[in-house]
């Protein structure tokens, strides 16, 4: 056996406190995020049995999952129930809170990096799926369940069992047009919905160092998506330049020392993973899900799938996505009708991923009968896109344009698909019922989702005109 180790476990052999003697080891946590869906039965918890929040230092919260785009006013009683615990909680042991409609407020896994809390090296925890974003940073980084955020806030540690590790390394050349959205379906068409189970991923490749900070968080955002704990890429030039000059990264000399430190932080060359898979990118194209899980996608060129070409464990899930989609087999992808298009969520609703769907919409019209909603991430990304101009590009073209939340990735707050709309999402999920009861989902890049809304059909803005 070699010595060398990956970077997951580098990770997590720095931030083991000791062993906890069932094979599980005790973690320390650097940083813990909070929102309104899965924390107030854990501040329940910690007020019950009269003990404080460790480290609110450590802590940040926001409102995303139950906030509306289009008020300041929460009028659903359960959301403004939600909220409220959480800004009590908040109150009562002096942890940031990000309010909704504030400079800063926005999705949980969008404030985290854009604040610059988010550093390589760190541990970083969240009653939250999607937690897995960070490790676009080097970060440990991935979601827990109600009863270890209490865990977590009680004394800034975790325990949990040893995880596998896996590499997905991107190889050869994708080409123009395809985003980091299509990297991530593309792979979990491959591996599947439970290919990473037990696994942190960590991503590598020419596809993956070419990729800009926002594109290494929506792949790494989808590896849960893949059934992986966490997913993460090394931090490189790119990950240092992006962190420079925000609120919480270090300067001067801590820095330099910061940027020392984060530059060990690689898998060494004789390290093993427990799992290789290789994704080849030559030849990629835009990706698009006609079913309701994630790996059920194909090219945008394609066609909607025979389950009975399918292999026999993917067949009769296919059958009943099919059902559920309204769709036949031998579809063509591109001559589906949209009703809706959905641009946002921590997938996809980022300043960059804005800008595409913006250079795609300018001069453009949204099709007859067609409605998009445009989602910022955060309130700081909407503030950054009214000044470049993209807002009055969205608006001109007829979309609606929104305060920062989760919004329509999920119904939980007042932006729900009513009936069996289609809907092209840049999110990240295509369960059934997810946007709204009946609702069905093809998720997509921004890129496409703004083709799309302009031809009310799935397209690639090459396509159009
Ligand atoms: C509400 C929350 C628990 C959930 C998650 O964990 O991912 C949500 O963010 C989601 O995307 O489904
Ligand atoms: S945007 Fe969607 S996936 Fe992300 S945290 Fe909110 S609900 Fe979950």
């Known amino acids: 056996m070699s010595g060398g180790l990956t970077l997951p476990e580098k990770l997590w052999r720095s931030h083991v406190i000791s062993g906890a003697g069932d094979g599980s080891d005790l973690l320390y946590v650097d940083l813990h995020l909070v929102h309104e869906a899965t ?4 501040f329940d918890g910690i007020r019950d049995t009269s003990r404080t929040v460790r480290r609110p230092d450590l802590t940040l919260a926001v409102e995303d999952h139950n906030v509306p785009t ?34 800063q407020q926005g999705i949980v896994h969008v404030v985290g990096p854009e604040i610059g809390a988010v550093q390589p090296g760190m541990t970083v925890l969240c009653g939250d799926s999607h937690t897995s974003t960070h490790g676009a940073f080097g970060a440990l980084a991935f979601g827990i369940g109600t009863s270890d955020v209490e865990h977590v806030l009680a004394t800034q540690t975790l325990e949990i069992s040893p995880f596998r590790t896996m590499l997905v390394e991107f190889v050869g050349e994708p080409p123009v047009g395809v985003t980091a959205k299509d990297l991530a379906l593309a792979m979990i068409a491959q591996v599947g919905t439970s290919g990473g189970q037990g696994h942190v991923i960590e991503y590598r490749g020419p596809a993956v160092s070419a990729l800009s900070m926002e594109g290494r968080m929506t792949l790494c955002n989808m590896s849960v998506e893949a059934g992986a704990r966490a997913g993460m890429i090394a ?16 300067t001067g000399q801590a820095w330099s020392d910061a940027v020392e430190y984060w530059r060990t932080l690689r898998s060494d060359d004789d390290a093993v993973f427990d799992r290789v898979v290789t994704v080849d990118t030559d030849g990629l194209a835009p990706f698009v899900t006609w079913g309701t899980n994630p790996s059920e996608s194909v090219p945008l060129t394609g066609v909607v799938p025979d389950p009975e070409s399918l292999p026999d464990e993917t067949r009769a899930a296919a059958l009943r996505s ?32 804005l800008r595409a769907a ?50 329509m990735c999920l119904g939980m707050n007042a932006d729900r698909l009513r009936g069996p709309k289609r809907c092209a999402s840049t999110s990240n999920r295509n369960y059934q019922g997810r946007q709204g009861p009946d609702a069905r989902t093809h998720l997509v890049s921004p890129a496409v989702a703004a083709a799309t809304a302009v031809r009310g059909r799935l397209t690639a803005p090459h396509e159009l005109e």
């Not at 924390?39 to 854990?42: D, E, P, T």
């Not at 908040?90 to 940031?96: A, E, L, S």
């Not at 931090?235 to 270090?250: C, K, N, Q, S």
């Open 358 to 407: 913006a250079e795609v919409l300018r001069g453009r019209q949204l099709a007859p009968g067609v409605e998009m909603l445009v989602v910022p991430g955060s309130m700081a990304v909407r503030q950054q896109a009214e000044e470049e101009g993209l807002a009055e590009v969205f608006r001109a073209a007829g979309a609606l344009w929104r305060l920062a939340g989760c919004s």
């Open 39 to 42: 924390s107030s039965q854990a």
């Open 70 to 103: 289009d008020s300041l006013t929460i009028r659903d009683p359960v959301s403004n129930m939600q909220v409220g615990m959480l800004r009590r909680n908040c109150t009562d042991h002096g942890i940031r809170l990000f309010q909704h409609g504030r400079p």
């Open 322 to 353: 099919l059902e559920y989609m309204g769709l036949k087999p031998g579809t063509a992808m591109r001559e589906l009708d949209i009703d809706v298009v959905f641009l946002g969520s921590c997938t996809n609703g980022r300043i960059e991923d």
């Open 235 to 250: 931090p490189d030039e790119v990950t240092l330049a992006y962190l420079e000059g925000r609120e919480h990264t270090p």
